[in-house]
């Protein structure tokens, strides 16, 4: 063979052999970067993500200091009987009367709030509504089902129902049927003890009767936790607050009583409607009751 012709063919072998080996560099070296952006797609978080906001709890002094949300506290709703004592018509509003009560608050402009929504706002400073009212009812009367859960209904209010767990499944009060409806519906169940016993008598023995163990019958029903108390009569102490916090109660609710200086959101202040009260004379205390 030409010995001319056997050099070309050894260059020509040498430059098919380059070709070929920087085509796989280059086919190595696109699949690598593809491989990388479906990782960084895919799995790899994007920066800000990784980059939470931590919330800071208010103190108390500030949470003393934000704008009271209005909370209004009904026990029992039916008309009065002649039986009926002027004591005991201070927390049965009649049938009419509630539901006038429910009407002005809609065609005011008031929205209801829920517990979640007041503590976030208390210690966190999140929003509320432009005109934010809370309806909260104490001891689980029937009537609180058949009369305030429809009335409410109408105007796509949500109510929060503190439960004394020793009259379950009684004549007059609510099942735990009808309770669970009512969390299945997005209404709040809270705890109002076993059998109404005041918190300022309590001893070591009573915590487990009349806070853990009806605190537990409620989880069982709905299955969510139970995070918000209301005392017995409105009637509260400061030694009462820790055994709550420990017990993971975010809030407490009295009555229209000052708030503890150092403990704002374990005596979130209410005002209990009585059943004299016109329509127009709850808005004028209300909205006086919590500048």
Known sequence: MNPYANHRLKLFAILIFLLFFFAQCRNAAKNQAEAQEIVADTVLPRKDTLIQKSRIMADAQTIIARKQVPILCYHQLRDWKPTDSKRAKDYIVPVNAFKAQMKILADSGYQTILPDQLYNYLAYGEALPEKPVMLTFDDNDLDQYT?????????GFKGVFFIMTVSLDKPRYMSKDQLKELSEQ???????TWDHKNVKKYDAADWPIQVDKPA??????????????????????PEAIPLL???????AFQLSAKRDEKDPLHTIRRIIVPGEWSAET????MRRSFP
């Open 245 to 251: 916090k420990e017990r993971g109660f975010k809030a």
């Open 216 to 237: 537990k019958l409620l989880e069982s029903i709905t299955g969510k936790p139970v995070e918000y108390f209301a005392y017995p009569f409105g009637l509260w102490n």
């Open 186 to 192: 997005g209404h709040v169940l809270g705890s109002h």
């Open 147 to 155: 009369l305030a859960y429809p009335e409410m209904k109408k105007y």
């Open 282 to 285: 709850m808005m004028k205390v």
